[in-house]
Nanobody, 119 residues
Framework: QVQLVESGGGLVQAGGSLRLSCVAS????????MGWYRQAPGKQREWVAA????????NYADSVKGRFTISRDNAKNTLYLQMNSLKSEDTAVYYC????????????WGQGTQVTVSS
């Protein structure tokens, strides 16, 4: 069973920065895609950023482009999300996702870490 453990959330003022980490219980190179999602109160979970091809390619939601950076350390089985210029609308629970594609698509999720941005 794949386990993903997020950390790094907290309370920060608008304009500040946080770095989230997600440690996987197995090699993250074994996943086809890893990413970050978030869910604000009363809203659906939304995709934030993705890292594919073992980190060779990254993608971002328009709402975070230019402010957030997804990266990974394959040797440490860790995915990161550097969040700069945080806004109040970035307040949400952030989830790490790992996806493996074989004869089916398997998605794995962490428990989430709370990010609160005060204005």
């Amino acid at each position: 069973q794949v386990q993903l453990v997020e950390s790094g959330g907290g309370l920060v003022q608008a304009g500040g920065s946080l770095r989230l980490s997600c440690v996987a219980s197995e090699s993250i190179s074994s996943f086809n895609r890893m990413g970050w999602y978030r869910q604000a109160p009363g809203k659906q979970r939304e995709w934030v950023a993705a890292s594919v091809f073992s980190g060779a390619s990254t993608n971002y939601a328009d709402s975070v482009k230019g402010r957030f950076t997804i990266s990974r350390d394959n040797a440490k089985n860790t995915l990161y999300l550097q969040m700069n210029s945080l806004k109040s609308e970035d307040t949400a629970v952030y989830y790490c996702n790992a996806q493996r594609v074989t004869n089916r698509v398997s998605d794995y999720w962490g428990q989430g870490t709370q990010v609160t941005v005060s204005s």
